[in-house]
């Protein structure tokens, strides 16, 4: 079993930056392919950004992509979710998840999920 703790949430204005990290414990870390998901009020749950167990591979929605940046340090058990240039409409609840594959993007796929972070970005 997995548990995973997110932090870093908060609230910014339109342009400024937040770090999320996810911390995670009980498994082995190195051998899980990590997420950040989000979701809004009232819309679906959406992915964000994923990175291979070793760290050297990532993809990210198309709408963050050049904006956030998400990294690992397994020798940590951290995974992090660096935001630039936020805007309103990146406010929601910020998820951390692992499982077994990076290359996917539903969130169907992942088998753990932290408790979640809000991220407020206003005008």
């Known amino acids: 079993q997995v548990t995973l703790v997110e932090s870093g949430g908060g609230f910014v204005q339109a342009g400024g930056s937040l770090r999320l990290s996810c911390a995670a414990s009980g498994g082995t870390f190195s051998n899980l392919a990590m997420a950040w998901f989000r979701q809004a009020p009232g819309k679906e749950r959406e992915f964000v950004a994923a990175i291979s167990p070793p760290g050297n591979s990532k993809r990210y929605q198309e709408s963050v992509k050049g904006r956030f940046t998400i990294s690992r340090d397994n020798a940590k058990n951290t995974v992090n979710l660096q935001m630039t240039r936020l805007g309103p409409s990146d406010t929601a609840v910020y998820y951390c998840?692992?499982?077994?594959?990076?290359?996917?993007?539903?969130?169907?796929?992942?088998?753990?999920w932290g408790q979640g972070t809000q991220v407020t970005v206003s005008s």
């Open positions: 998840a692992a499982g077994p594959r990076w290359t996917v993007t539903s969130s169907e796929e992942y088998d753990y």
